[in-house]
């Protein structure tokens, strides 16, 4: 089916609202986003909705929707469950807009990697030179950056050469972390402490009491207590004694985000609510390194 490049706005816009407000779309809130006068978007509404693209829905909320068709015209696929995945232009989230689609090409190229992104919403605010980050996806967390070179208005692409790309694996902290095990107890002095380090081939380490976990220490610990002359120093000393907490289902790139957000090198991981493990910023940077 050929339509207008007007056509295709339209059907763009009514299923970017549409999906972000889940009733009906006034022809005044299409023409507002694709900058249009209300009158030639009911003018097109008309022909549309002849073409089995669009329904009207009467009454005071009433408005338009689209069908399937008009997913199928777009080559959009419709789908009973999905998540959003946002759209950054210059660092700023684009509102009423998600990815649909990331296809890579020149993949075989040893200098350039180039990509087409798949946008449901309006892609007429990138220009040329815009950085843009998609992502991250909803399974393997996949993050994509580059720089505009392109668009095609009439299919809602826009080509990027690409300049990073982040994955994280799927499995749950709970298969990173280091065993218990591996404490070390609360009255080690430093020597002790970096020999644990060094044996067990470790970048922190649960401390603990008694059998009970009592708080993490690391290396830059020991190393910043060396530094201050506090050679005497038990574990206990220089220690983080608040336990940061997380769930052994957790994927590692909410645990990421954790590490950032509390500006720390370790975190306890449980499993059915008992500590079981331990998991450091080295430990995921590692894992990393290996993706």
């Known amino acids: 089916m050929d339509l207008t490049t007007i056509q295709k706005d339209i059907i763009a816009a009514l299923i970017n609202i549409q999906r972000q407000k889940e009733s009906a779309v006034k022809g005044e809130e299409i023409a507002e986003l694709i900058h249009r006068n209300p009158g030639t978007i009911r003018n097109q509404m008309q022909l549309l909705k002849a073409l089995g693209l669009v329904e009207g829905v009467p009454g005071p909320k009433g408005g338009y929707r689209p069908t399937g068709e008009a997913y199928q015209v777009l080559n959009i696929e419709v789908m009973e ?77 826009i080509l990027i050469d690409i300049t990073e790309l982040v994955s994280l694996p799927q499995k749950h902290v709970k298969h990173y972390m280091k065993p218990l095990t591996a404490a070390i107890s609360l009255n080690a002095d430093l020597q002790e402490a970096s020999k644990h380090f060094i044996n067990k081939n470790l970048h922190g380490a649960a401390v603990e009491d008694k059998g009970k976990i009592v708080g993490v220490i690391t290396t830059t610990d020991v190393t910043r207590a060396v530094a201050s002359s506090k050679m005497d120093a038990k574990v206990k000393d220089v220690m983080t004694k608040e336990l940061i907490t997380v769930d052994g289902e957790t994927q590692l790139y909410d645990v990421v985000k954790l590490f950032y957000k509390y500006n720390i090198g370790q975190l306890v991981v449980t499993v059915d609510g008992a500590p079981k493990g331990i998991l450091s910023k080295t430990d995921v940077l590692n894992e990393l390194a290996v993706y």
């Not at 700023?92 to 946008?119: H, L």
């Not at 007429?124 to 668009?151: H, M, W």
């Open 81 to 157: 469950e999905e998540t959003n995945v946002p759209v950054y232009r210059n660092n700023v989230i684009v509102n009423n807009a998600t990815t649909a689609e990331i296809s890579f090409t020149t993949v075989r190229n040893p200098d350039i990697c180039k990509g087409i992104i798949k946008i449901i919403g309006n892609v007429k605010s990138f220009n040329a030179g815009d950085k843009i980050q998609v992502g991250p996806t909803p399974v393997n967390r996949l993050t994509v950056c580059g720089e505009v070179y392109g668009r095609d208005d009439s299919n809602n692409l």
